[in-house]
């Protein structure tokens, strides 16, 4: 079994958000043990000063068969005080990732989603399920 805690400091400029530079500090503690990962994360400024969030998630990985593994990861997010105005009390999210090592490289592909509802960016509503697919390789 293994626990962590720590501090996180994201930062959003106007150009990855499409508006002006947003920002947020989280604290979080988080416990491994039999192959199950869980955290919980507390922002103090969820996007903006003064909206407190907590978020819970777990993640685990099953190993199918040699060099194929199933990794699950769900979350859920609730404002602890009042949320934004185009914001839900509670969020969450869910993936689903299929990998496969070749040697050193890995592929995934992964089918992720969150909820309640859809996203809205960019004036309209958008789905907020996707699937993805990658490759990562070590340096």
């Keep these: 079994m293994s626990i962590d805690a720590g501090a996180v400091r994201s930062w959003y400029t106007r150009h990855s958000s499409g ?3 947003t920002h947020y500090t989280e604290l979080y503690l988080g ?3 039999h192959g199950i990962s869980s955290h919980v994360y507390y922002s103090p400024d969820y ?3 003064g909206i407190e969030t907590l978020y819970a998630e ?3 990985t099953i190993n199918l068969a040699p060099e194929w593994r199933l990794t699950g990861h769900a979350g859920l997010l609730t ?3 009042d949320p934004p105005r185009y914001a839900r009390r509670e969020h969450y999210d869910w993936r689903a ?3 496969r090592d070749l040697g050193k490289l890995e592929l995934h592909a992964s089918l992720s989603g ?3 509802g859809s996203d809205y960016y960019s004036g ?3 789905s907020a399920t996707a699937v993805t697919f990658g490759a990562s390789l070590p340096f």
């Design 114 to 116: 969150a909820g309640p």
């Design 124 to 126: 309209r509503r958008h």
């Design 19 to 21: 508006a002006g530079d």
């Design 97 to 99: 990732t299929l990998g």
């Design 47 to 49: 996007l903006r000063p």
């Design 31 to 33: 416990v491994t043990a």
């Design 79 to 81: 404002h602890l005080s």
């Design 58 to 60: 777990v993640e685990s």
